[in-house]
């Protein structure tokens, strides 16, 4: 059984930072991929930022407005993965979501794995 538990999410008024958290634990074999994304009340869910077990960062296209002040990283040692948020802005008020690609052994397929997710809301 694998588990994302993100943590880090609040209130925030506008220009205000915070700081996202997601730990994978349970049966893991390796963590490749793991990714940002955040759904807005009555939007789509979109990917936000990835991140690769090498430490290459990728900001989706559709989140244009977040290169800048979002940044992705992650500590391998830990099967974590953050994202910091500076300059906060009330429309990055969303559930933000991890997301992540997980071995649970040698031998058996990549699954992907899903968060419950973490309210970010941003008003003054």
């Known amino acids: 059984q694998v588990q994302l538990v993100e943590s880090g999410g609040g209130l925030v008024q506008p220009g205000g930072s915070l700081r996202l958290s997601c730990a994978a634990s349970?049966?893991?074999?390796?963590?490749?991929?793991m990714a940002w994304y955040r759904q807005a009340l009555g939007s789509t869910r979109d990917l936000v930022a990835s991140i690769t077990s090498g430490g290459s960062a990728t900001y989706a296209t559709a989140a244009d407005s977040v290169k800048g002040r979002f940044t992705i990283s992650r500590d391998n040692a830990k099967n974590t993965v953050y994202l910091q948020m500076n300059s906060l802005k009330p429309e990055d008020t969303a559930v933000y979501y991890c997301n992540a690609d997980i071995k649970t052994a040698a031998l058996v397929p990549t699954n992907n794995y899903w968060g419950q997710g973490t309210q970010v809301s941003v008003s003054s």
């Open positions: 349970g049966r893991i074999f390796r963590v490749n991929t």
